[in-house]
Antibody, heavy 114, light 107 residues
Framework: EVQLVESGGGLVQPGRSLKLSCAASGFTFSNYGMHWIRQAPTKGLEWVASISPSGGSTYYRDSVKGRFTISRDNAKSTLYLQMDSLRSEDTATYYC???????WGQGTLVTVSS | DIQMTQSPPSLSASLGDKVTITCQASQNINKYIAWYQQKPGKAPRQLIRYTSTLVSGTPSRFSGSGSGRDYSFSISNVESEDIASYYCLQYDNLPYTFGAGTKLELK
């Protein structure tokens, strides 16, 4: 059974950093691209970033380019999202997903506020 | 960027009704559209991928169709467990984009 478990969310001040993790199990992690998607409170879904199976290619939405870094450790079957220079508009539940967005984790809430 | 125009934003239905949600892409997305159901406090659940392929476990009352820029998602015989928000996602081109969502409520 495919399982994705996010962690690392919390309350952080504007301008600070936070690193999210997504632990994967139930499939061959190194064979699949991985994605981060977020959802601001009471809002819709927004794609954030994607990474290729090897980690050699990464893609970001414009609003997070230069501030967020997606990475993966295939030996640990774990996906990461390093979020720097956080802004209030980054407040959201962050989900990881895989296999053409077929499988999603339960999400982790990031709140950016002073 | 490909814009996904999803309508209607909200829908009121009676049990047993058929409802349809549409998503229009700003350009051809080659059938790379998926549909999701999301209940409050839960992660989205994929119901349909590649326009019309039901994901394992999706009841047969759900269906999808379309091509080019225009796609639709239907629920025949709405049941109480279908009350949720629904989103489309185009995964043909980066940046991947979602529709704004449709909230299905009981009349």
């Amino acid at each position: 059974e495919v399982q994705l478990v996010e962690s690392g969310g919390g309350l952080v001040q504007p301008g600070r950093s936070l690193k999210l993790s997504c632990a994967a199990s139930g499939f061959t992690f190194s064979n699949y691209g991985m994605h981060w998607i977020r959802q601001a409170p009471t809002k819709g879904l927004e794609w954030v970033a994607s990474i290729s199976p090897s980690g050699g290619s990464t893609y970001y939405r414009d609003s997070v380019k230069g501030r967020f870094t997606i990475s993966r450790d295939n030996a640990k079957s774990t996906l990461y999202l390093q979020m720097d220079s956080l802004r209030s508009e980054d407040t959201a539940t962050y989900y990881c997903a895989t296999r053409a967005f077929a499988y999603w984790g339960q999400g982790t809430l990031v709140t950016v506020s002073s | 960027d490909i814009q996904m125009t999803q309508s209607p934003p909200s829908l009121s239905a009676s049990l047993g009704d058929k409802v349809t949600i549409t998503c229009q892409a700003s350009q051809n997305i080659n059938k790379y559209i998926a549909w999701y159901q999301q209940k409050p406090g839960k992660a989205p659940r994929q119901l349909i991928r590649y326009t019309s392929t039901l994901v394992s476990g999706t009841p047969s009352r759900f269906s999808g169709s379309g091509s080019g820029r225009d796609y639709s998602f239907s629920i025949s015989n709405v049941e109480s467990e279908d009350i949720a928000s629904y989103y489309c996602l185009q995964y043909d081109n980066l940046p991947y984009t979602f529709g704004a969502g449709t909230k299905l409520e009981l009349k």
